[in-house]
């Protein structure tokens, strides 16, 4: 299969050395100068192509008799160069040199981003699918998270006890951490804007883990039809579990974190 890099382009003649070349060339004699320059430009893949120094050839490529291409020749003669392998058009073994040097140079750059991309492609297949995978925010993170949106929205007050619940009373007990601990947080806030209670958090935890249990058990083990954490709680769902029907009437932890 050849590359792009094999193809020659068109021939980016100069039309006025070419004018020039075939101004005092007869009809006749200008078809055989095209038709062979073709043929030397057509066959100039790896190396340039020698065009034959025998009539019969020559004619052959033309396609007209030997006889007719002996009384053309001498009118081609001024533009033709000889060399050790046959006969060439000096002006068209310029211009395919100075094609194949641009060729050369866009072969070897489409090959060293060719290689970059392979090696971005590679280190991705190979990467250990854990990268893949959210990885637990940093407290710089969850700080900056933080500072630019939640700070805003919410007291610190407020918005420093729910996360410190979130992140030292809940997060580390949960069978499927589905949402995100800043997320979480934000719901509980959100419970406390409306006026409601935060509840305690073993609470949270037993009833968002039962109900995942439950999912799993008729899902193959997949958690992949839970509620999020946080929608759970914004739910409200933690009060309807059976376990713990008897203490919806009981005070609600004053989320104070202690």
Not at 158 to 163: A, F, G, H, Q
Not at 208 to 220: G, I, L, R
Not at 238 to 250: F, R
């Amino acid at each position: 299969m050849k590359r792009t890099t094999d193809i020659l382009p068109f021939i980016n003649l100069e039309v006025r050395l070419e004018k020039d070349n075939i101004s005092r060339l007869k009809p006749n004699v200008i078809g055989c100068y095209t038709i062979l320059i073709l043929e030397q430009w057509s066959k100039s893949i790896e190396y340039f192509y020698q065009l034959p120094d025998d009539n019969s050839a020559l004619a052959s490529i033309c396609r007209i008799s030997k006889q007719k291409f002996e009384t053309i020749r001498p009118n081609l003669e001024h533009l033709l160069t000889k060399t050790d392998s046959g006969l060439s058009f000096r002006h068209i073994e310029l211009l395919w040199y100075d094609v194949k040097k641009d060729q050369e140079k866009k072969r070897l750059a489409g090959s060293k981003g060719g290689k970059t991309t392979q090696a971005k492609n590679k280190a991705l297949l190979e990467a250990p699918l854990k990268q893949l995978e959210p990885q637990p925010q940093s407290q710089s993170q969850l700080n900056n998270h933080i500072n630019s949106s939640n700070e805003v929205r919410f007291e610190k007050s407020l918005w420093d006890t729910n996360m410190h619940l979130v992140k030292n009373r809940i997060w580390e007990q949960l069978i499927n951490r589905k949402g995100s601990m800043v997320e979480t947080a934000t719901a509980l806030c959100e419970l406390e804007e409306e006026g409601a209670s935060v509840p305690p958090p073993d609470l949270i935890v037993d009833t968002y883990n039962e109900h995942c249990t439950e999912v799993a058990s008729t899902n193959q083990g997949s958690y992949q039809y839970c509620y999020s954490l946080p929608n759970w709680i914004r739910s409200k769902f933690y009060l309807n579990n059976a376990i713990h029907q008897e203490e919806e009437k009981v005070s609600l932890w004053n989320g104070s974190g202690e």
